[in-house]
């Protein structure tokens, strides 16, 4: 099995910065990809970003050219770095992890809170 913990989440001015990652441990060897999704109230969850074990990522259009994901093999860490952000970034971040032999496997963490507001 896989497990995740998040950190990083917290209040930031609209036009400002934060980083958010997310530390694997467990079966990581089995990891095939990682991502950030987020949920706003009353939205469905979505996908922010998300980066595989060949380092292909993939981002939500609404955060193009804002958000950065990355990963330190190393540190079995997956970093969402957010710039400019918008009241509308407001949201639960979720981490997840696609794993296991037939990558048919997935693990969440517990979600952090990011607010973006004046």
């Known amino acids: 099995q896989v497990q995740l913990v998040e950190s990083g989440g917290g209040l930031v001015q609209p036009g400002g910065s934060l980083r958010l990652s997310c530390a694997a441990s467990?079966?990581?060897?089995?990891?095939?990809?990682m991502g950030w999704y987020r949920q706003a109230p009353g939205k469905q969850r979505e996908l922010v970003a998300a980066i595989t074990n060949v380092f292909t990522t993939n981002y939500g259009d609404s955060v193009k050219g804002r958000f950065t994901i990355s990963k330190d093999n190393a540190k079995n860490t997956v970093y969402l770095q957010m710039n400019n952000l918008k009241p509308e970034d407001t949201a639960v971040y979720y981490c997840n992890a696609d794993y296991g032999p037939l990558r048919d496997l997935e693990v969440w963490g517990q979600g952090t809170l990011v607010t973006v507001s004046s």
């Open positions: 467990g079966s990581i060897f089995s990891i095939y990809a």
